[in-house]
């Protein structure tokens, strides 16, 4: 069983950038596909970019599509969202979600592992 982490949430202003990054326990992680999602309060938890194991093959939401970037650093463990020209509606907890193997997943259920959560707001 796979313990994920977010971290790098925050406060910033509309036009900002933050970088969250996702850690996770196992030395397989090189091999785990990975999503984050993001869950504004009243809002239904939503895509906003994934991964493949390998990072040769990423896919956004519409929503943050030339904004956000998702990367991963398999020597660390580590996958990021760096997340620029940040607006208000960015506003949610960001969560990662890992699964092992394959290309990359868009739908929650198809994630086996979740962190708890990190706070991003954006400020007007």
């Known amino acids: 069983q796979a313990q994920v982490q977010e971290s790098g949430g925050g406060l910033v202003q509309a036009g900002g950038s933050l970088r969250l990054s996702c850690a996770a326990s196992?030395?397989?992680?090189?091999?785990?596909?990975v999503g984050w999602f993001r869950q504004a309060p009243g809002k239904e938890r939503e895509f906003v970019a994934a991964?493949?194991?390998?990072?040769?093959?990423?896919y956004y939401a519409d929503s943050v599509k030339g904004r956000f970037t998702i990367s991963r650093d398999n020597a660390k463990n580590t996958v990021y969202l760096q997340m620029n020209s940040l607006k208000p509606e960015d506003t949610a907890v960001y969560y990662c979600?890992?699964?092992?193997?394959?290309?990359?997943?868009?739908?929650?259920?198809?994630?086996?592992?979740w962190g708890q959560g990190t706070q991003v707001t954006v400020s007007s």
């Open positions: 196992r030395r397989t992680f090189s091999t785990y596909a």
């Open positions: 979600a890992v699964r092992p193997g394959g290309s990359y997943y868009l739908r929650a259920d198809q994630y086996d592992y």
């Open positions: 991964i493949s194991w390998s990072g040769g093959s990423t």
